[in-house]
Structure formats: C-alpha cells, structure tokens
C-alpha cells in the first residue's frame, strides 16, 4: 500500500480535509496519519525483522481499518481483512491460509478466535483499547510476490478463499471506477458493504485514499441511516449489493433524497431492471449494474448517462484494458446473442489464493484468461449480460433448470420486492423447485398469482416454482449477497412444514 499512503500523505500535506466520517463523527487525514504512525511504531516493535510484515485486521466500516490500511502501507507491509463475525472455525480457516506475523482486532474478537492458541507470541494494545499479538520470527513479506492485500470471498458457495490483490491491481480497478463514474478529487464516497469484503474495501478504503476526500461509512447495515450520513455528508459514489439497493429505494420512498449521488454501483446478485428502475427513481439518482469479483475487482461497468436498458437491464462492458469472454461448451468463442462460459483477464486479476502463508497462483489459460464460473451472453454493442452461475441450476427429473432465469422472471412481478429460488429434495425428482420471497407492501404472495405471473411472460412451465414461501428477508451473507446455502436451508425447513404439491 505504499503508492497510495505516498499520495494520500502528500495531499494532506497541501492541505488538511476530513477523511472519514462515522458513527464517532469525523477524522481528519492528519489525524488518521499521527494514529497511523503510532501504530506501524507499536507493531514494528516486537518484529524480529522489522516492519509489521503480514497484519490480519478485524476490518470494520470505522476510523481503525483506514488507519490499519495506512500503517501497514507505511511500513510496506501486507494487510489481511476479517470479519468480526467470522466463526471460530473460519477464523482457524484463515489463519492457516494467511499465517499472518500480527492479529489486531478487539478484545473479544481475540477470545471468540483463541487467537492467543494460534500466536503465543508479544501482546499489546493499540487503537483505543484494540488488541494484537504477533507470531515470534522474521516478517517476510515477499512471501505474497507483491500482493499488499488479502481479501476473503463471502464463502457464499463454499469454504471462503483468501484472494491475493496487488497495488496495480487496486489502483487500476479505482481509477477506472473513477473514470466511469466522472467522480474528482476530493468528493465524498459511501462504503455501507462490510469492509472485510474485498471489493468493499478497495472500493471504499483504497478508493477514498486516492480521491483525498471523505470515506463515510454505516456499521451495522440500516438503509434509514445509510441514506441519512451519505445524504449529510454530500457523498457522489457508493457500491452495494441489489438487496441494500432495493431497501434504500424503499426506504427512500420517493424523495429523491440521494439526488446529489452520481451513481450507484450495484453488484453481486440476481437483478431486475424493474426493481432497480424503482429503486433509483425513490432515491433520486442512477444504478449502474455491473460485474465483478474478488479475483477480478469491478471489471465492467456501464455509465451514469447510459439508457436504462443498457444501466439496469444488462452488466455493463469491460474497462479499457480488460477483455472478457464467453466460450462454447467445445471451446470456441461465443458470438454476440450466444450463451457461453465466462472468462477474464487483465490489470485486476489476482495474484492467487493465499495458501499456508503463501501466493499459489491461480488456474489461467494458456492465453491468460481466468473462468469466473458465470454464464455470459455479450451484445453487439460491447455490454454484456450475466446470464447465471454454471453451478446455479436445480435438478429436476434429470432436467437442469437455471435459477438466475427464474428469479429473474420473479423479480418483474410488480408486488416481488426480493426473490430467491432454492431446491428442495423430492424423493421421486430428485428436486423441486421451491421461492422464497418479499414482497413490496408485506401482504402475502400465493403460488397461483406467482405463476400466473409466469405465464403471462412466457417463462416455461418446465421452469415455475413448485412451492411459494413469503419471509420477512432473504437469508444473506456478511457482505449482504444472497446466502444460497442459508435459502436452502431455510426452505427446506419450510418444506418439511407442509404437504406435498399437487
């Protein structure tokens, strides 16, 4: 992180300007700086090989993980984000990838990990009342062949992964984000995802730090107080999930109140042009729907002055210098209206996944094309569209059904404010289709009205929903994405609650 601590030291050195504003008020970047240098001071200490070397950081959206961020760079260290919320065993899961020198979250963070089993070595405190412990040796940072950050997936499909980023990479996806979005030099930006997230975190820490200008942040995930901060703190950017988008736009109920926001990137779940189209008319600004992941930060995006077709009806196209494409099942490239395998390469691909404290690099082509696990369709025109996962597909009587297509169609219904299609085991099919849905104004939604609905767009029958569950909220995951293992379960759980289908 040292080019972007570099930039950020010399912009305070022009000029002192408010850096990071939160739930403890706001924090200048001479202060976040001073903070800063006690800490790398603190961890360098007790560094056999000087330096903080690999920082694990319980990376909440406060004050503390910039100032984390910004020690770390100043020492050329590499950092790693964490949840709080991470279990016990997730923990031990990524303490074993990352092998970090430096644990530093809060008192009882330490004792809900037993970090203290996994690093015997110096204990302190820092940052107001923080803990850290350090692993005896020298701090080698080589180790990560460039990498300055370690970033978790959301473990929405799996164990959660620790993705090596490089500087370049960082820097490229935010000046891109920069560019597409029209944004300057000192403007405001929101980060309302948890900063633990990789994507949050290089789209709210490392791209606030290159603005020079104030990284607002919400905790604890309230779309009444999201909008209330950014619409306080004029912020001209954020990025979230749909699900945040779609509470916001409610929750906003048609004033208009983030006027001032240029865009809105949205990303990392199932979207419906209809439901964004409401959403951003209620808070007064523009949705950009776009495509991208851990391993291959932000790599397409459409622009604030798109039409809404190209905004919020497919994903954007690729930054200058990424290429991504879609592959046949034989290999060949797909031509623009044709469904293929995804892939990408460019600036912001990763270095790989962290493994036993190391880099192991990633599974390319020969050509340098990585496979993000998508299906997508490209367009004449260079946008793109996700079409699914390859692996999101329900099995029934030997008949893959692609979920992403009937939530899609789901989400158009007027009443469907969030949906979710999940499987559930039937002993003759082997599985049936079961929705789990929210409505818009809390009244109930029944099957018939469902598929009624369905067949008046054409969808399939092969394809509708066997069973219909109204919930309060979908089941999510820490950085607000669809938790498909959580809807799983939970229709399951319903399912055994009542009778078989007709």
């Known amino acids: 992180m040292r080019q972007i601590v570099r930039e950020f030291q010399r912009m305070a050195d022009e000029a002192d300007f408010v850096a990071v504003v939160e739930e403890t008020g706001a924090h200048t970047a001479r202060e976040l700086l001073d903070a800063a240098t006690v800490l790398a001071g603190t961890l360098a200490d007790d560094a056999a090989g000087g330096g903080c070397g690999t920082v694990l950081v319980q990376a909440d959206n406060s004050w503390r993980t910039v100032v984390a961020t910004l020690a770390v760079g100043m020492s050329g260290g590499t950092l790693a984000v964490v949840n709080r919320h991470t279990t016990a065993a997730e923990f031990t899961a990524a303490w074993e990838d990352v092998r970090p020198d430096v644990v530093l979250a809060e008192p009882s963070a330490m004792d809900d990990w037993a970090v203290h089993d996994v690093l015997p070595g110096p204990a302190g405190t820092a940052l107001d009342g923080w803990q850290y412990l350090s692993a005896p040796g020298r701090r080698d940072v080589c180790r990560w062949s460039g990498g300055v950050l370690v970033g978790l997936t959301s473990g929405s499909t799996g164990r959660p992964k620790g993705v090596v980023q490089s500087e370049e990479a960082l820097h490229y996806a935010c000046s891109s984000t920069v560019s597409v979005n029209g944004l300057s030099r000192g403007d405001a930006v929101a980060a309302i995802v948890p900063l633990s997230s990789t994507a949050a975190y290089c789209f709210g820490v490392y791209l606030s730090l290159l603005l020079g200008g104030p990284l607002v942040l919400a905790g604890k995930w309230n779309p009444a107080v999201a909008l209330q901060r950014m619409a306080a703190a004029e912020v001209r950017w954020t990025m979230c999930v749909p699900t945040m988008a779609l509470q916001m736009g409610a929750e906003a109920a048609g004033s208009g109140v983030l006027g001032g926001v240029r865009a809105i990137t949205v990303g990392g779940g199932p979207m419906d042009r209809g439901a964004l189209g409401r959403a951003e008319r209620s808070l007064g600004t523009k949705i950009l729907r776009v495509f991208g992941m851990s391993e291959c930060l932000g790599h397409t995006s459409p622009r604030a002055d798109d039409p809404e077709e190209i905004r919020l009806g497919r994903d954007g196209r690729p930054f200058p210098g990424t290429d991504v494409r879609a592959l046949t099942p034989d290999g060949l490239p797909a031509g623009p209206g044709v469904t293929g395998r995804a892939q990408v390469r460019g600036p912001s691909l990763f270095l790989g996944y962290a493994r036993d404290g190391q880099v192991e690099p990633p599974a390319l082509t020969e050509d340098g094309y990585f ?4 299906l997508l369709m490209t367009h004449e025109d260079g ?5 699914g996962r390859e692996k999101d597909v ?9 979920i992403t297509e009937i939530e899609r169609a789901v989400a158009a219904h007027p009443r469907v404010a969030r949906a979710c299609v999940a499987a559930v085991p039937d002993e003759v099919l082997g599985e049936r289709v079961a929705l789990l849905v929210v409505t818009e104004d809390g009244d109930p939604i029944d099957l018939a009205e469902v598929t009624g609905h369905l067949e008046s767009i054409g969808l399939s029958k092969t394809k ?7 919930i309060a909220e979908l089941p999510q995951t820490r950085v607000g994405k669809i938790d498909r293992a959580g809807a799983r379960d939970l229709a399951f759980r319903m399912r055994a609650r009542t009778s078989d289908p007709a």
């Open 394 to 402: 329900i099995i029934r009587g030997g008949r893959n059904i692609d």
């Open 371 to 374: 496979a993000t696990g998508d």
């Open 464 to 470: 509708w929903p066997e069973y219909v569950y109204d």
């Open 383 to 387: 946008t793109i569209s996700i079409m």
